[in-house]
């Protein structure tokens, strides 16, 4: 085991990307327990509010990043300064992307459905960090072999084959297909060939005139959704909690036209 650490992650350089993982999901799921101790009202957490002003743990998270990115920079190869900058660019991002959709909407949505996006967002990090640590290039560049990618041409047209159908698999609506495609280039060609998701720019363009693919494009989101929305919204409550239940506004009596 120790052979392996050393062949695959200290010799290619990839222990500060380690560190940084690490602390990336460490600093998530903390802030996670602590988030979910303060909305239950138990322990000694409260939300930081100096004169009144409610101050989100993005503003502490962009401050590590941006002093871990540069830190980082800085420090070039010094291992133990890259080792300490990795953890506060990991911490910092962790909880900058803990609050990816109130960056999104402008708008504090922490507790509500919009706020699964963070979740969402968190989770694809982490994969591509794995990805990038298990040794996967963008584009599928690390399965050309060494010949391949002497020759120019080769290598320019399977750049521009895996972005073509990682842009197909966008434009399709199948928007996680076409963040893991840059890695895993089966992921992309599998998204760019199967039916776009209603409403996506793809459907809007090209099913516009063609009912039945409209149709069988609708039928195929349903079963899709159907199928993993539950047990993908179980997995986000578990890591994040579950979001507030917003109950059909009412009427008041008086209102009523009857």
Partial sequence: ????????????????????????????????????????????????RPGGLHIHHVVPGVILTLVG??????????????????????AGAGLVLDEFALILHLDDVYWTEQGRQSVEVVVLTTALLLLVLGGFSPFGVDELSAQERQDRRSFI?????????????LFKGKFRMAILGLFLSPVAVFGALRLARPGSLWARRFYRNRPRARARARLRAFHHDRRWDGARRRFQDLIAG????????RRPPDDDPR
């Fill in 157 to 169: 047209l399977t750049l521009a084959l895996n972005f073509a159908f990682v842009l197909v698999a």
């Fill in 242 to 249: 579950a979001p507030d239940r917003v109950l059909p506004s």
């Fill in 69 to 90: 990115g540069f830190g980082g920079v800085a420090v070039g190869r010094h291992e133990a300064g890259a080792i300490v900058c990795a953890v506060l660019l990991g």
């Fill in 1 to 48: 085991m120790g052979h392996w650490f050393y062949r695959n992650i200290v010799e290619p350089g990839k222990l500060p990307l380690l560190v940084a993982l690490g602390s990336f999901v460490l600093t998530f799921l903390i802030t996670r327990t602590v988030t979910r101790l303060i909305r239950a009202g138990k322990g000694p957490f409260r939300n930081v």
